[in-house]
């Protein structure tokens, strides 16, 4: 065989080599983007699953305690105004926040199920903007909503809002817990004119807007976990009103939980009362003149005269660090724990700094005056 013959041999082979390994890859390749193709398609129907699933959950949880949230409508001697509550028993008695009724005429209340009746104020609560209404109502037309426990609630939980923004009964929105441990101003006021601290807030991303104020904030169990209150924004109507921003906060169902019975039978709740004012939490430079490796405790800017404090010798520029061995992190974490476990009259054992050394105090807490 001639040497071109044998070249031209050598070529044949090597383009149909080539052109079998070109097959084999191409089939190898479709067969990879098959399987790829499947695999996303898989997970596009999970995805589609999971997602119904989701609504099925937030449509169940709808019907089932829509029946027991009502619109609230108020009138007072110079103005009118609307909100939110829930049932939470079947003596008539509903939920709602203190700033919704306070000063009312008259209160009218609006269900679901298209009965309208009025209401009488029975006990409010000034320091966690809480208010308990009562309706005159047969107990069949009454359904009491299932009050959940705040103390097991995780940031990044989805979360429902319900109520009656801008006059629009029964509207349902959805969030996440954005944070929990929140305070905000009381609405009653100190002796030195400031307002006092409210504690155990949850921040939620749900939209609550002017009308939800005293709705339920619900898990997706369908169970009230806060009473929604207010929101943080610099957003306004065309009317003036406040527009949500993505910052909403509700009162935590265990402060509820405590303070309705007491409502109901007393007309108030008697809130513990330390007598101190102190920094939300610990700054930079506070921590270094302290000598702390991170931010803790409460730093007290100002200690109430012949109060509960001063009666246990704290001072000014004290640290409290824990409360009976439960450290503070923040002025939050006392408001809360104050709030949620303690009553007048109960001894608590401080651990505070002072000058470089830590002691202990004890204290016999007061009750916030109104």
């Known amino acids: 065989m001639s040497k071109t013959k044998k070249i031209g041999v050598i ?64 009138m007072t001697d110079v103005t009118a105004g609307s909100g939110s509550g829930f049932v939470i028993d079947k003596q008539g008695h509903i939920d709602t926040n203190l700033h919704v009724v306070r000063d009312a005429v008259e209160i009218q209340v609006s269900f679901p199920s298209g009965i309208k009746t009025r209401a009488e104020i029975i006990g409010e609560d000034s320091d966690s903007d809480l208010a308990i209404i009562k309706v005159d109502l047969p107990q069949e037309d009454l359904y009491p909503l299932t009050l959940g426990d705040s103390d097991y609630l995780k940031v990044g939980q ?145 200690v109430v005269e012949d109060g509960p404090a001063d009666n246990a010798g704290l001072e000014v520029g004290d640290v409290i660090l824990s409360i009976d061995g439960q450290e503070l992190l923040n002025f939050g974490d006392m408001v809360g724990l104050l709030f949620n476990k303690y009553s007048p009259g109960d001894l608590l054992s401080l651990e505070v700094h002072r000058d470089g050394e830590t002691i202990t105090l004890e204290l016999e807490l007061g009750e916030r005056p109104q």
């Open 158 to 302: 989805f979360v429902a809002a319900i109520g009656n923004p801008f006059g629009y009964n029964g509207s349902m929105t959805v969030g996440i817990i954005s944070s929990i441990g929140r305070t905000l101003d009381s609405l009653s006021i100190s002796s030195s004119g400031t307002p006092y601290t409210a504690g155990d807030i949850i921040q939620t991303d749900a939209a609550i807007n002017p009308g939800n104020s005293g709705g339920p904030l619900f898990n997706m169990q369908g169970e009230v976990i806060g009473v929604n209150r207010a929101i943080e924004t610099i957003n306004v109507s065309v009317d003036s009103e406040p527009l949500n921003s993505g910052i909403g906060f509700a009162v935590s169902v265990n402060i509820l939980k405590r303070v309705a019975p007491a409502l109901i039978e007393e007309g108030h709740f008697p809130y513990p009362y330390i007598g101190v004012a102190g920094y939300p939490e610990l700054i930079l430079s506070e921590m270094e003149r302290l000598g702390f490796d991170r931010a803790r405790g409460v730093l007290l800017t100002d």
């Open 11 to 74: 070529l044949i082979i090597l383009v149909f080599t080539t052109i079998l390994s070109a097959c084999q890859i191409t089939d190898q390749v479709s067969s990879n983007n098959e399987i790829l193709t499947d695999s996303t398609e898989t997970e596009d129907l999970d995805s589609a699953q999971q997602l119904f699933a989701f609504e099925e959950v937030l449509t169940e949880l709808y019907e089932d305690v829509n029946p027991g949230i009502v619109a609230i409508y108020v």
